[in-house]
């Protein structure tokens, strides 16, 4: 048996990481029997990040990795229906959200001066106090870390927000008026925007982001029929 190590539940949204999100969205669309075991150990995955697949007694480190593999072993199960050019579209897609957007989402979530207090206040209810003093902050400065490596964290906040605004606005333009990125078909590159837009949407507090994706109904819709189809337990 196949098994999503991923971070818990969020509340009405299958997952806060958009990496966890696609993969088990993937998983579900493709019907492709797996079971989830929830995690934040990070080190079991010799990558250093979450999700992770157990798989043929191996990890795949990698949420797109993992989908790779699957593709191999399941013969293509979202994207055969694809043209050549319709997959590298997909490509350019998956690279603007997950690599760029997907960036802006951690910056607000974890490092904006206004932003950050209330998505910590939100994700780490309930900790003891002496982890609350310590844990949050040390993820804090670790987020910010990164994202200055990374590039993105050199920006400031309102770069940051024009970067995310172009970046909804294209993959709005590019979903179009259709039910999917490429027609009525889902594709993996549906569970890719899903993952990221979803997120955003569906934050658990107030972002500026949430107010940019707002602005388009058929990235609502989108976000809404992926939930409904693949989640319908999550009650939307
Ligand atoms: N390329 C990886 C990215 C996964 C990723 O960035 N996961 C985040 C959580 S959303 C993480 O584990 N970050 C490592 C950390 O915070 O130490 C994938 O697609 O699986």
Known sequence: MITLYQFPRAKNFPNLSPFC????????????????????NFKRNPKGSIPYLGYKNEIIGDSTLAVNQLNKDFSNPLDG????????????????????LAQC?????????EVWPNFRNII???????????????LHRRAA?????????????????????????????????????FGDRVSSFDCVVFG?????????????LTELAR????????TQLMLSTYYPELNQ
């Open 21 to 40: 999100c696609k993969l088990e969205t993937f998983l579900r669309a493709s019907k492709i029997d797996y079971k989830t075991e929830s995690t934040r």
């Open 81 to 100: 229906h694809l043209s050549a050019e319709q997959k590298a579209q997909g490509v350019a897609i998956q690279t603007m959200m997950e690599d760029h």
């Open 105 to 113: 989402l951690s910056y607000f979530r974890w490092v904006d001066a």
């Open 124 to 138: 780490f209810k309930g900790l003891p106090a002496p982890v609350m003093a310590i844990v949050p902050g040390m």
């Open 145 to 181: 870390k990164r994202l200055k490596i990374r590039g993105m964290g050199m920006h400031t906040r309102q770069e940051i927000l024009d970067f995310a605004a172009k970046d909804i606005e294209a993959v709005s333009v590019l979903l179009g008026s259709k039910k999917f990125l």
């Open 196 to 208: 990221v837009i979803g997120n955003i949407l569906k934050e658990p507090m107030a972002s500026p």
């Open 215 to 222: 602005k388009y109904p058929n990235l609502q819709a989108h």
